[in-house]
């Protein structure tokens, strides 16, 4: 311990350490060394080091070297109100089941600077990092005091001295004759002034999480409730609609999605029960009844990315359509769509969506079992698409299955599907399947549950695009892959190991 309080690097970290925890809230920390005896040239090694350091030292609290050749710490400003319960709610909210809003007054003292009216707007755009931010507070507010003048309303996790503002807001604060003396200023807060999530984190019980995120489908935040969060849950709708302009319902999922309409149950938690929405994708627009279709708002990145790989004169065959987030965007682009769902709500809204589009001319819709619409207006399709005359054809052939929970299941329907001599491999169909992994190794994972069921390995001629991450260990992935003739044809020899297509390389997007 004796040769670390001797050696010059100790008392340089100690320097450099004490300079950077300042902004951070430790400078509670000090430490004092006593009677420290160096050498010659450690002393003059330490002048050169705090010589540096006293330039950037200009915060109080800072380490000073004495002639006593001792270490002193120049008293410490109170920092009471750097505490983070600061702008917390008050504590008497911790249990509330039924939302009261006038329960959230709360007093707290913030540091203010006080300024000429005439200045205060050249002055708040180089005093953006130091002022106030809280939702619904003025950062300017009349001087009580002095009518010419007016208070700026400052960060009191950031500023507690005049000392507190960085070089460059203290240049301005001369270059325009303002003295950087800082005043206190009681300020009410309202249940206006928090956030959802402080809101939230007062009322639960301590330590269980908080719900502050949704999906938002048109006027409808979508929550997902824990088991702890459902006492609260009427609560937890309310402040989801008071901090979310033009949020007007809140709703809770009190089921898992139906695999056949991959609609779900749920339970209007706050605000108006009118589920009839409207909602702007990629700019395209969809309506439709968010409580009888699946629609999700995380997906959007996705729906472009396909999107992005047909070209004009393209054909998809869209197996699970819902109200055409695919079918719609690729319609746009020139191509023929054959959209399916067999939900009747999602086949009614798919039509509609298409005229509000305006590309009901572009998009054939059905109403059908996924295993039939393959085995019938797919079928029937790509033996026209890829007969005698498919030399010819220059565009491309895709397949988009997007039913996470199910569509691997339905590869099978592309053994031995079509009839006739095989087309060149370049035309064959490109599958775009979706699907859950909670494996380790989620695309390895997929490949093989997919090549299982079309009896074949597509470890070397697949990729797989990773979508997003539904839950803890549970990973929502789109294996990309072209069908190889040996399994779409009748009468077709295959080697397992090794067929003739080439491996797809994943295509990027720019999102």
């Not at 959802?196 to 999906?215: C, H, N, R, W």
């Not at 609260?232 to 309310?238: A, V």
């Not at 199910?406 to 370049?426: H, M, Q, R, W, Y």
Request: net charge positive; charged share 25%; glycine share 4%.
């Amino acid at each position: 311990m004796v040769f670390f309080l001797r050696h010059p690097f100790f008392f340089f970290f100690f320097f450099f350490f004490r300079i950077l925890w300042k902004p951070f809230g430790f400078s509670r920390i000090l430490f004092k060394v006593e009677s420290c005896r160096i050498s010659e040239s450690e002393s003059l090694t330490l002048l050169v080091w705090t010589s540096q350091i006293q330039k950037l030292s200009r915060a109080p609290g800072i380490f000073l070297w004495d002639q006593r050749k001792r270490f002193s710490v120049m008293p410490e400003i109170e920092t009471d109100q750097r505490d983070s319960a600061l702008f917390s709610p008050p504590s008497n909210v911790r249990g509330m089941t039924k939302l009261d809003r006038t329960a959230f007054r709360k007093t707290v003292t913030i540091p203010v600077l006080k300024v000429r009216k005439e200045i205060v707007n050249k002055l708040m755009r180089s005093l953006k990092r130091a002022a106030l931010q809280r939702p619904g507070i003025k950062r300017v507010i009349e001087d009580p005091e002095d009518e010419a003048n007016r208070l700026i309303m400052l960060d009191p996790y950031k500023i507690i001295t005049g000392d507190s503002f960085e070089r460059a807001e203290l240049s301005i604060l001369k270059q325009l004759n303002v003295n950087p003396q800082i005043s206190k200023y009681n300020l009410e807060l309202t249940y206006e002034n928090f956030k959802s999530e402080e809101i939230l984190k007062a009322v639960l019980p301590e330590g269980q999480d908080v719900t502050s995120g949704f999906s938002r489908v048109g006027h409808i935040a979508h929550l997902n409730l824990r088991d702890h969060q459902l006492p609260f849950k009427h609560l937890i709708g309310q402040v989801m609609i008071d901090k979310n302009p033009g949020i007007t319902s809140a709703v809770n999922k009190i089921n898992n999605i139906d695999n056949t309409y991959r609609n779900f149950q749920m339970e209007v938690l706050s605000g108006e029960e009118n589920m009839m929405t409207k909602v702007r994708e990629n700019s395209y627009t969809y309506e439709f009844d968010f409580s009888k279709v699946y629609w999700n708002p995380r997906l959007s990145t996705e729906h472009s990315r396909i999107t992005e790989l047909l070209k004009p004169g393209d054909v998809l065959f869209d197996v699970f359509a819902g109200v055409g987030p695919f079918a719609i965007p690729v319609a746009k682009k020139n191509c023929t769509v054959f959209a399916n769902d067999l939900n009747p709500e999602s086949h009614k809204w798919l039509l509609h969506n298409c005229k509000l589009n305006k590309v009901d001319q572009k998009v054939k819709v059905f109403n059908l079992d996924g295993k039939d619409f393959l085995q019938g207006p797919v079928r029937k399709e790509l033996m026209e698409q890829l007969g005698p005359l498919s030399k010819e054809r220059k565009h491309s052939v895709h397949i988009v299955m997007n039913l996470p929970a199910k569509a691997i299941e339905f590869l099978n329907v592309f053994k031995s599907l079509l009839d006739g001599p095989s087309c060149n491999t370049e035309l064959l169909p490109i599958v775009h399947c979706y699907s859950f992994s909670k494996d380790p190794n989620p695309a390895e994972d997929v490949q093989q549950r997919a090549g299982a069921i079309l009896g074949i390995s597509l470890e070397a001629c697949s990729s797989v695009h990773p979508v997003r991450n539904v839950a803890p260990n549970k990973e929502m992935l789109c294996i990309t892959f072209r069908i190889p003739a040996a399994i779409l044809y009748k009468n077709q020899t295959l080697n397992l190991e090794n067929h003739d297509d080439p491996p797809l390389k994943r295509q990027k997007t720019d999102k």
